[in-house]
């Protein structure tokens, strides 16, 4: 079986020390609105009650996050009938262990 590395890093430089701080408030505010993950191959899924106002903090989260973490993945499903979003963020080999421990502090219980 061949191995294969897959490099990435988070360019940290795009955003000045007061975006950082605004875009980890609105990451906080945004997944403190998770109501379940799910575990991927390649990454996760979270889901989101499609509420007034949910969709604009995806999208503000997806902008800022392909700004600096560029290869991350992004996929959206809208379930109109329940009134419900996934967010599906996933990459190359890696990613997912990345994205877990990014995750885990402020998704604690829910992703562990």
């Known amino acids: 079986m061949e191995i294969q590395e897959f490099n990435f890093a988070c360019d940290l430089t795009v955003l000045n020390a007061t975006e950082r701080s605004q875009f980890a408030l609105d990451t906080k505010s945004l997944l403190d609105d998770v109501q379940e993950t799910r575990e991927l191959e390649t990454g996760f899924a979270l889901k ?4 007034s106002g949910q969709m604009s903090k995806i999208e503000n989260f997806i902008k800022r996050e392909r700004q600096c973490c560029s290869f991350l993945h992004f996929q959206l499903e809208l379930d109109s009938e329940v009134e419900m979003i996934w967010l599906k963020i996933t990459g190359e080999a890696g990613t997912k262990k ?3 421990s990014e995750l885990e502090q402020l998704l604690s219980p829910i992703i562990s």
Do not use: G
């Not at 989101?48 to 509420?51: L, Q």
């Open 48 to 51: 989101f009650h499609n509420e």
């Open 98 to 100: 990345f994205l877990q």
